[in-house]
């Protein structure tokens, strides 16, 4: 028995690679999975086109300065390519984006937050924004980090025991949850 799916261009989450050193391929595979228009930092194409992914569209500092393959749109990466892109990924419709990056700095995604479901994928963590309230399942003895909680006034939480002021692990298979006083918070989770 087999199923087709029809994907519609945006329903899935767009994939912007910024930097894929060290990303693990097995990650990678699922989130190619369905197909996400692919965007990339002009720095990582070789890369990118070494691990044989159609790449959609390519943000450089200079337009003249690739060749790229057919089909592929060339856009402006001004000084910086993380803010080119999700400004581009929202101007044209996108409601999710996955990135992969080795750097991050939650100030840099502050503005998208509520334009754009963001997750990010640093490292060996996938890092996300939540509202207050957020609660997710997940099994027992699982990490759950908190960025920046010196930012946090207000805080609550349940499910979770407390290792130390941004560290939490799981107490049980079930559901744990956050409620907080800023309108959102960043966590990571290990991947």
Do not use: C
């Amino acid at each position: 028995m087999s199923s087709h799916h029809i994907v519609r261009e945006k329903q899935e989450p767009a994939l912007l690679i910024l930097q894929i050193d060290h990303f693990d391929e097995e990650y990678l595979g699922q989130l190619l999975e369905w197909s996400p228009t692919i965007l990339v930092s002009a720095t990582e194409v070789d890369k990118v086109l070494s691990l044989g992914i159609k790449i959609d569209a390519i943000f450089t500092k200079d337009l003249n300065d690739l060749n790229s393959q057919e089909h592929v749109k060339l856009l402006p990466a001004g000084n910086d390519v993380l803010e080119s892109a999700l400004k581009y990924l929202v101007a044209e419709g996108y409601p999710a984006v996955n990135i992969i990056t080795n750097h991050f700095q939650a100030k840099e995604y502050l503005f998208y937050v509520d334009l754009i479901d963001l997750v990010i994928f640093n490292n060996d963590k996938k890092i996300y924004p939540i509202k207050t309230g957020f609660s997710k399942w997940k099994s027992e003895g699982e990490d759950v980090i908190i960025l920046h909680p010196e930012l946090i006034h207000e805080f609550s939480f349940s499910g979770l025991k407390k290792i130390d002021d941004s560290n939490y692990q799981t107490l049980k298979d079930g559901f744990f949850s956050f409620t907080f006083e800023p309108p959102f918070i960043f966590i990571a989770e290990k991947l």
